[in-house]
């Protein structure tokens, strides 16, 4: 039986169906193509996520040893201050909140200075060391007292980086300086008119009546990934000079996300034992 074909090659009378997707077919399909590409990202993001937090908390344990350690060669306290910035984000022509940042440094006590206002000086000459290492914009914290406001310095006479000519001409150059304080109930004062003094102007008055241990930055400004801060404001770890941790200070401290209240968002708690230990988790 012959079957006879048109010119097109197809059997008049039959129907030929194309084979191909539907619109309902392709919806299905970038929908979950879509589903699966968003899997993906969280999984890809959560993953960094964790990984920058995981080596912001392995720098954090870093530098309390580092403090640890310099404390037990050098033989002075070191200590690792803990705060929280305000951040800010600037949309357009304005600034608004950003959150907090947790971030945190290193400082080495240095000695005892004597404040008056806004100027900081070491009687009889002692302290020169101390002065040595203050630079222009430098942060300084009293040792003793770590949790109050951080002071800046603004500038240090015969500061040796700087030409003579710069030191000349500049206001705020000192040198000499009298300190009243007191002994006892008894007062004294000292004029102090070395005109090689090195003498620190702070940018805020001190508010010290009495020589404070003074305690300089020694290194950077460290910082938690954006969004995490500490749970608290102001947290102070001491070493001492035998390596322990000084009584009242902080034992712990926990770094969270500053806006997710989702646990899977809990960074990273880093404790210290009185002998100094450091834990992780």
């Given at each position: ?23 309902i077919e392709l919806l299905v399909v970038m929908g979950i193509a879509a589903m699966l590409m968003t899997l993906a990202a969280t999984s890809f993001f959560g993953a ?88 222009k914009n430098a942060r300084l914290i009293n040792i003793k007292e770590p949790d109050r406001d951080f002071m800046r310095v603004k500038y240090v006479a015969n500061d040796a980086t700087q030409s003579e000519r710069d030191n ?114």
């Amino acid at each position: 039986m012959r079957i006879f074909r048109n010119q097109t090659g197809r059997v008049p009378g039959v129907i030929v169906r194309r084979s191909g997707f539907t619109l309902i077919e392709l919806l299905v399909v970038m929908g979950i193509a879509a589903m699966l590409m968003t899997l993906a990202a969280t999984s890809f993001f959560g993953a960094s996520r964790r990984d920058n937090i995981t080596k912001s908390r392995d720098q954090f344990c870093d530098v309390l040893r580092l403090a640890r350690q310099q404390a037990s060669i050098l033989g002075k306290t070191h200590v690792v201050v803990c705060w929280n910035a305000d951040t800010k984000i600037t949309v357009g022509d304005k600034q608004i909140s950003g959150g907090k940042q947790g971030r945190y440094a290193m400082f080495e006590y240095v000695g005892n200075i004597w404040p008056s206002g806004t100027k900081l000086a070491a009687p009889f000459g002692i302290q020169r060391e101390a002065f040595a290492l203050l630079t222009k914009n430098a942060r300084l914290i009293n040792i003793k007292e770590p949790d109050r406001d951080f002071m800046r310095v603004k500038y240090v006479a015969n500061d040796a980086t700087q030409s003579e000519r710069d030191n000349q001409q500049d206001e705020e150059s000192v040198s000499g300086i009298r300190l009243d304080y007191t002994v006892g109930n008894q007062a004294q004062s000292i004029d102090i008119t070395d005109d090689n003094l090195w003498v620190a102007t702070l940018r805020k008055a001190s508010g010290e009546s009495k020589a404070f241990p003074l305690g300089i930055r020694t290194t950077q400004t460290y910082s938690l990934p954006k969004d995490y801060c500490f749970n608290n404001d102001r947290a102070v770890f001491i070493f001492t000079a035998d390596g322990r941790l000084e009584s009242g200070s902080d034992s712990s401290v926990t770094a969270k996300h500053s806006v997710s209240k989702n646990a899977d968002n809990a960074t990273f708690v880093v404790s210290i034992t009185p002998q100094g230990d450091i834990s992780k988790k």
